[in-house]
């Protein structure tokens, strides 16, 4: 069977190209320039690279027929305009699964805990999340009257190695990395309660494979990729300071004072999107249908993301973390 992964050298498919090819799929690789993944792997040798980039290519739908997919996994859809497009082209194909990358951004102001991934009323806080929501459940009424093969899989804050992860402000700052790093006191906002979902990238493509495996079980779904737990702004800066073999320095500020101490708007904007929807997603659904089980943990997760920014010189430490000794 062919599967076609767009956006296939990003976060999700670095990992899941090779486990693909390593399955014994024909694998198509669409990425919009020729970016290495994150990691090397010789299973990427197998598998086909396709150049394409989707917002700047008009005929991308035709060339994406043209490949005659049987599996289509798309990982930077962004547009319900293009979902429609998708269904529109594929509805009367070979097409057998298509998949969908939502995330947890659906998910509006968390009511009860955990949040329910079938949700038919959430309420997506921006632009970003409220597309995402409308391509789910547009998705999801195509599969329950015409039968359109689709699932949808909601990701957490994808972490790992290589990228820039969300920190205990919950922003991409550097600044409250280094700050702890160097034992400094740090403030975070409100109580430091509000939740973070980091989930390493690995482990959101496993869920993507572990979906196309169990299709028949997947087919008008939708799921939460999540690790095994998450965490609190508190949680995550006190874990970082014992990392780092310091004291926790932690104060809190309300609000519009913490928005001050940081600094910059767009950043606190940041902030502002990340926890003010906070809540718990839970992977159950995923473990009964899918078999899914993460194979790291949050706290393994952002351990392995803070070890890259050391390594490559965007935290500087002064001696080696404790973890690490």
């Known amino acids: 069977m062919k599967a076609v992964v767009i956006g296939a050298a990003g ?17 198509v690789a669409i990425t919009r320039g020729r970016s290495k993944p994150y990691e090397d792997n010789p299973a990427w040798n197998k598998a086909v690279r396709v150049f394409i980039d989707r917002e700047r290519t008009t005929d991308f739908i035709r060339k994406l027929k043209d490949m005659e997919p049987d599996i289509i996994i798309d990982l930077v859809n962004f547009n319900i305009e293009d979902t429609k497009k998708i269904v529109e082209a594929f509805r009367d194909s070979k097409l057998s699964h298509y998949l969908y990358c939502s995330s947890c951004w659906a998910h509006g102001m968390a009511e009860t805990i955990p949040s329910d991934p079938d949700d038919s009323k959430k309420a997506p806080l921006d632009d970003y999340g409220k597309d995402k929501f409308a391509s789910e459940m547009y998705l999801k009424e195509q599969y329950r009257t015409k039968g359109f093969p689709s699932t949808v899989i909601m990701p957490g804050q994808i972490s790992g190695p290589g990228w820039a992860i969300i920190n205990p402000w919950g922003n991409t700052s550097m600044r409250a990395f280094q700050d702890i790093a160097d034992g400094k006191e740090i403030a975070l906002p409100n109580f430091g309660q509000e939740i973070l979902h980091h989930v390493h990238g690995y482990d959101v493509a496993q869920m993507f494979f572990q979906a196309v495996s169990h299709r028949d079980r997947a087919l008008g779904e939708t799921f939460d990729a999540q690790a095994t737990s998450h965490i609190t702004l508190y949680g995550y800066a006190k874990h970082l300071y014992e990392f780092f073999g310091h004291e926790p320095k932690i104060k809190f500020l309300p609000w519009n004072e913490w928005c001050d101490y940081e600094g910059v708007a767009e950043e606190c904007e940041h902030t502002y999107y990340h926890i003010v929807r906070s809540g718990v997603f839970s992977i ?14 949050c706290i393994e997760t952002i ?23």
């Open 303 to 325: 351990n392995l993301a803070v070890k890259s920014y050391i390594d490559r010189g965007l935290i500087k430490v002064r001696k080696r973390p404790i973890s690490e000794t």
């Open 11 to 27: 976060h999700i498919g670095t990992y899941l190209v090779p486990m693909l090819v390593d399955a014994g799929y024909e694998t």
């Open 284 to 297: 159950e659904k995923a473990r009964r249908l899918l078999e899914y089980e993460p194979k790291y943990t």
